[in-house]
């Protein structure tokens, strides 16, 4: 059974560019949510997404923008990148929004680097 | 708003000591509550998890409980590894399934 992915597992780019991340749920899981986690951190929660609509948003700027697939996949865009988007961003898949009987599974992360 | 106060690190330990990392929480009704744990550069792995209280959640040799009089969920193991060495993180959830992460604790076992 495979577990949450993502990809790429890093990424450098420079300030002003526009960058997308990828991730693909576990199997028979229909949510996907993001998170920012800066270096030393906890996890910060960036949006949530659920038949392919954007279900619940964190406080990040509008720079952050997502997408979710008809097989639950989702993007994370970001655009115009400053130095402080550099962090790394997990994904985490659930099923069954909203019950308490339901866990996030979390991904490896892409490590995002702005210089 | 919902919030998660965990205790300081970084805890270095000796294998075989008790260890202990406090978690303290601020929400209204009856939040989930879980334990993450992060080893060196990857993802969060579920550790626990607790869905009301009094439960107690348990896995690998690591407990904790949900207190709701004392809004704790405080995370204990008897007797402790080097491969337990990692960043652990108290987190809640409410309703929509949104995580609050408390800041982590790093713990480093020595042989």
């Known amino acids: 059974d495979a577990g949450v992915t993502q990809s790429p597992t890093h990424l450098i780019k420079t300030r002003g560019q526009q960058v997308t991340l990828r991730c693909s749920p576990k199997?028979?899981?229909?949510?996907v949510s993001w998170y920012q986690q800066a270096l030393g951190q906890g996890p910060q929660f960036i949006f949530q997404?659920?038949?392919?609509?954007?279900?619940q948003r964190g406080n990040f700027p509008d720079r952050f923008s997502g997408h979710q697939f008809p097989n639950y996949s989702s993007e994370l865009n970001v655009n115009a990148l400053l130095l402080g988007d550099s962090a790394l961003y997990l994904c985490?898949?659930?099923?069954?929004?909203?019950?308490?009987?339901?866990?996030?599974?979390f991904g490896p992360g892409t490590r995002l680097t702005v210089l | 708003g919902n919030s998660v106060t965990q205790m300081e690190g970084p805890v270095t330990l000796s294998e075989e000591a008790f260890l202990t990392i406090n978690c303290t929480y601020t929400?209204?009704?009856?939040?989930?509550l879980f334990w993450y744990v992060q080893y060196p550069g990857e993802g969060l792995q579920l550790l626990l998890k607790?869905?009301?209280?009094?439960d107690k959640g348990s896995n690998k040799g690591f407990e904790a409980t949900y207190r709701k009089e004392t809004t704790s969920f405080h995370l204990e193991k008897g007797s402790v590894q080097v491969s337990d060495s990692a960043v652990y993180f108290c987190?809640?959830?409410?309703?929509?399934?949104?995580?609050?992460f408390g800041q982590g604790t790093r713990l480093t076992i020595n042989p």
């Open positions: 987190a809640l959830s409410q309703g929509a399934q949104k995580l609050v």
């Open positions: 985490a898949s659930s099923f069954i929004p909203g019950s308490k009987a339901d866990t996030q599974y």
């Open positions: 997404y659920y038949e392919e609509e954007e279900r």
């Open positions: 199997s028979g899981h229909d949510t």
């Open positions: 929400a209204t009704g009856y939040p989930s």
């Open positions: 607790a869905t009301k209280a009094d």
